[in-house]
């Protein structure tokens, strides 16, 4: 079973004076920078960037040709990863990712990134519904405080609610630390 792993979004809009910070993303992207770090230490062929550039310039941030869009340095792709660039919050939508996975023989990945009620949610379900086993690694994703009809929905409660409804019915969800640690049992 080969398995991939998948950074959604960790791009420099998401940080402090970013165009749409969220909460807490630096420890996000310091636990997708351990998880990153395995994969090229233990299956460095199958690492997949994914970068966001916005379609539309009303979408306010990621516009292309801005240092805004770039990815974090915490988790720069190297010469031999993958980018693919996407329009929308599904990382498969009109992009290579799923042929490049399934040409790689993948059937397993491994979900990190950001907005986790966004982009991560509609990854996850993608790869799931497309027929990856899929495992998201939650405290390697970020996300903001949400409002409704005047409701302030804090960013943790939004984030475990979205990694809540994910978890066993559709995908496994691991900690960077629980998961670092099974791949370190299973070598």
Same mark, same amino acid.
């Given at each position: 079973m080969s398995t991939a792993l998948i950074i959604v979004d960790i791009q420099n809009d998401y940080f402090p004076n970013g165009k749409m910070e969220l909460s807490k993303p630096e420890k996000a992207a310091t636990n997708a920078a351990k998880v990153?770090?395995?994969f090229r230490q233990n299956n460095k062929d199958n690492i997949f960037?994914?970068?966001h550039i916005a379609g539309d310039p009303a979408l306010g941030f990621?516009?292309?040709?801005t240092e805004g869009v770039e990815i974090h340095e915490a988790v720069q792709p190297v010469e031999t990863e993958s980018i693919i660039i996407k329009h929308f919050p599904n990382s498969f939508l009109q992009t290579e990712l799923e042929s490049k996975l399934r040409k790689n023989g993948v059937t397993k990945v491994v979900?990190?990134?950001m907005m986790t009620h966004m982009c991560i949610d509609a990854t996850v379900r993608a790869a799931v519904d497309l027929g990856f086993k899929t495992t998201l690694i939650e405290?390697?994703?970020? +996300?903001? %405080?949400?409002?409704y009809q005047g409701k302030v929905v804090s960013a943790e409660q939004v984030h475990y609610a979205f990694v809540g409804a994910?978890?066993?019915?559709?995908?496994?969800?691991?900690? +960077?630390? %629980?998961?670092?640690q099974q791949a370190a049992n299973k070598s």
């Open positions: 990153l770090e395995w960037h994914v970068q990621f516009l292309p040709d979900v990190v990134g405290d390697a994703c970020a +996300t903001k %405080d949400l409002s994910l978890n066993g019915m559709y995908c496994e969800v691991n900690s +960077t630390e %629980d998961f670092l």
